[in-house]
């Protein structure tokens, strides 16, 4: 595998992780509910995760639910010194896979000791809240009386570092003002870039931005432009996104997930992929809607 530290470190609060993380969502069953469809494949990929020196996994303990927790104990508990483990918050399960608000004090406390418990853990590194206000895109609404929750926890020893999901910048500032904030997680990509202005706010004040969806909502024309990049690199159009968000900002850091080991070493190869200026230029209007191929 490619080296992840090529990509550099961040730090998370008082953690350091490295800027290729791995996300592990995919690991459980379809629509991110039930067990996985290989476990033993499953726990494979989280130890190949390890090896190839990534010390910065994403996961929640309302996917499965309690699904890719309970895998990631099974593969590397107990965890290597230097990894850190983000968990999230804020969402619950139906019996039926439907996703649900789960914001009250009452129900982010059960939530944070289901993390630990299926975690094996006393602690956890970082815990971000979801907002769930629209699930698939962040919405303004106040956010003071969950996160305060989440802050309180903080105080029992029980979080060390606090991030946000599915947030607005005016409820980054909120978040701000009640608790350190180490991380922003929302959807951000070559084709939805809504986020450049908070990217940047955060880079200068060292907070972490953590892109989901790196593919995600492309027009066909957006994703003829990306394959035609990745042609002129040699490489896959996922290898090209993952490089351009490297490139994008220093504090952003990568969650790509998979359920395959392959999967995963071709997603390392992008901290090797510098894209020259031309491609950069050509990347850009795809966010800018004037995409060429």
């Known amino acids: 595998m ?40 499953a726990i494979a990929v989280l130890r190949a995760v390890v090896e190839s020196g990534i010390t910065h996994i994403d996961t929640s303990n309302f996917y499965g639910p309690h699904v890719t927790n309970q895998l990631i104990r099974e593969a590397l508990h107990p965890y290597p010194d230097a990894l850190t483990i983000v968990t999230k918050v804020g969402a619950s399960r139906g019996s039926d896979g439907s996703w649900n608000v789960a ?121 003829d432009a990306l394959s035609h990049a990745a042609d002129q690199c040699e490489a896959t159009p996922m290898q090209v996104a993952l490089a351009w968000l490297l490139q994008r900002s220093p504090n952003i850091l990568l969650i790509p997930g998979t359920s395959s080991v392959e999967h995963l070493k071709q997603n390392i190869k992008s901290v090797n992929l510098h894209l020259p200026e031309d491609v950069l ?9 004037k995409a060429q191929v």
């Open 2 to 41: 490619a080296d992840v530290t090529r990509a550099g470190t961040f730090q998370l609060g008082d953690l350091s992780v490295t800027r290729m993380g791995y996300g592990a969502m995919q690991l459980a069953g379809p629509h991110v509910f039930g067990p996985p469809k290989d476990r033993a494949a």
């Open 103 to 223: 914001s009250s004090a009452a129900e982010l406390e059960s939530a944070v000791h289901d993390n630990l418990r299926n975690l094996g853990l006393d602690t956890l590194d970082v815990v971000n809240f979801r907002v769930m206000f629209d699930v698939a895109a962040p919405t303004e609404g106040d956010i003071e009386e969950p996160l305060t929750a989440l802050a309180e926890l903080q105080t029992k020893g029980l979080i060390r570092h606090i991030g946000l999901s599915n947030v607005t910048a005016r409820q980054v500032a909120q978040g701000r003002a009640i608790t350190s904030i180490a991380c922003v997680q929302n959807m951000y990509n070559l084709a939805h870039r809504n986020d450049d202005t908070l990217i940047d706010s955060l880079a200068d004040d060292g907070i972490a931005y953590v892109p989901f969806f790196p593919l995600g909502g492309f027009s066909p024309l957006q994703a």
């Open 281 to 289: 230029s050509s990347l850009d209007k795809i966010g800018s809607g």
